[in-house]
């Protein structure tokens, strides 16, 4: 079983930066790969980064790279998203996730365990 908790949400202007953490503790063969999620109101669930807990080869969807940076300290069982240059269009509730197969998807169906959400809201 894993456990993620999710932080660093907020409020910040168009143009801004927020950094959210996802604390993660349990079996770690469970969370070989972790990634990250968002989710605004009426819309589907949409895959914004994945990254491998073991050589942190990652993954990005077309909207958000070059913007944002998925990044993990193994040594505080914490996963990262550093986002930089935010849109309105950006705002969700963001979802932390993990699997335990070594693949990066992007389809949400594949991951196992997800954190409760941290809300972001970029103001223009």
């Known amino acids: 079983q894993v456990r993620l908790v999710e932080s660093g949400g907020g409020l910040v202007q168009a143009g801004g930066s927020l950094r959210l953490s996802c604390a993660a503790s349990?079996?770690?063969?469970?969370?070989?790969?972790m990634g990250w999620f968002r989710q605004a109101p009426g819309k589907e669930r949409e895959f914004v980064a994945a990254?491998?807990?073991?050589?942190?080869?990652?993954y990005y969807a077309d909207s958000v790279k070059g913007r944002f940076t998925i990044s993990s300290d193994n040594a505080k069982n914490t996963l990262y998203l550093q986002m930089n240059r935010l849109k309105p269009e950006d705002t969700a509730v963001y979802y932390c996730?993990?699997?335990?197969?070594?693949?990066?998807?992007?389809?949400?169906?594949?991951?196992?365990?997800w954190g409760q959400g941290t809300q972001v809201t970029v103001s223009s």
């Open positions: 996730a993990a699997r335990g197969g070594r693949e990066l998807y992007s389809d949400f169906n594949a991951y196992d365990s």
């Open positions: 349990g079996r770690s063969s469970s969370r070989f790969v």
């Open positions: 990254i491998r807990w073991i050589g942190h080869s990652t």
